[in-house]
């Protein structure tokens, strides 16, 4: 069975006034993705998911004429191969690092598909796993910043739903957060595991403000108070207190820049994105990595439900996960343009879609209601 075509498929939608949510890199002003289809020699298509970085035209053009000429022909089975021949001519040598690996992630996504359906097997079969029920954040594009009443109201909306865990966004004003996790955990009392996320818009002198109020408050976690690569902020942030576990992963590619992590000796959570870190492929070695210096995995999902399954599926066959992170925004229709990817239940857990790969029905002609508008989804106030 050989790949015999690849398409990259970029999504857009705006974000009207009123539908936007504001967080530590600032507003939405639109969402993107971009589905990457593979077809294959026989007459098996799977179907992933690449995140589009700021750049979705950008990624589109890579995968279409620079990934897919050097993968085509190969067999549609062989993820690594195919990792490693992207990891030879795109990631290590004159490529374009984290874009190729945004690519090669939806590729690889799309090729457990088939693989999938080539079996007849559900995804967390094939990974070796088991439909077993998995605790869920409400997360995603929601709780962004706003008074403390309405941020309050809203976490509770999702704990009424099912959720046991909500995660709150930070990096506005040092003052601001704390007023804000001290109103949320006063309102929701002590059984919600409050998880916080600063989407890099913190300094070492925020966090030493915030981090001992985090503490008091048993948040679950601090996620990404710095940018990606500023290793020694995290080292720093570390020796703060030991009771709040610092969080990253969303922003780091590939199995070599989660090594830097572990050797950064900072990071406690660990939150790969399997259409951004390199794929499924790329996702079990950096679980495995994690397992091994007994990190938790709780591995990010980004816009549509072909990631979010593609989520569930992984963190039922990995021995380390903590949390599947839910895309509770009020409005995404990127989401829910499948159908439904995923189900809270009351005991705040979802379980894995049973049909064969990824188990998710792509309809194509919905493609043609969410033209690409290129460009970056969001605006910051510098
Ligand atoms: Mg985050």
Known sequence: MKITAITAIPLSFRLDQGKTVTMGIGSTTKRDAIIVKVETSEGITGYGEAHPGRSPGAVVSLIHNTLAPMLIGMQATDCIGVWKRVHRMQLSSHGVGSGASLGLAGIDMALWDIRGKA??????????????????????ISLGYQPKESLAEEAQEYVARGYKAVKLRLGDTAAKDIERVLHVRKVLGDDIDILTDANTAYTIADVRRVLPVLAEIKAGWLEEPFACSDFASYREAAKITSLVPIAAGENHYTRFEFAQLLEAGSVRIWQPDLSKCGGITEGLAIAALASAHRIPMNTHSSATGLNHAATIHFASAIENTQYFEACVSHYN???????????IGKDGCVEPLDKPGIG????????????????????VKF
């Open 360 to 379: 998710i029905e792509v309809d194509e002609s919905i493609f043609a209601k969410y033209p690409l508008i290129d460009g970056p989804g969001y605006v």
């Open 333 to 343: 229709p990127l989401r829910d343009m499948f159908g439904v990817s995923f189900e």
């Open 119 to 140: 079996a007849n097997m559900p995804l967390y079969e094939l990974l070796g796993g088991s439909k077993r029920r998995l605790p869920a954040y409400a997360g995603g």
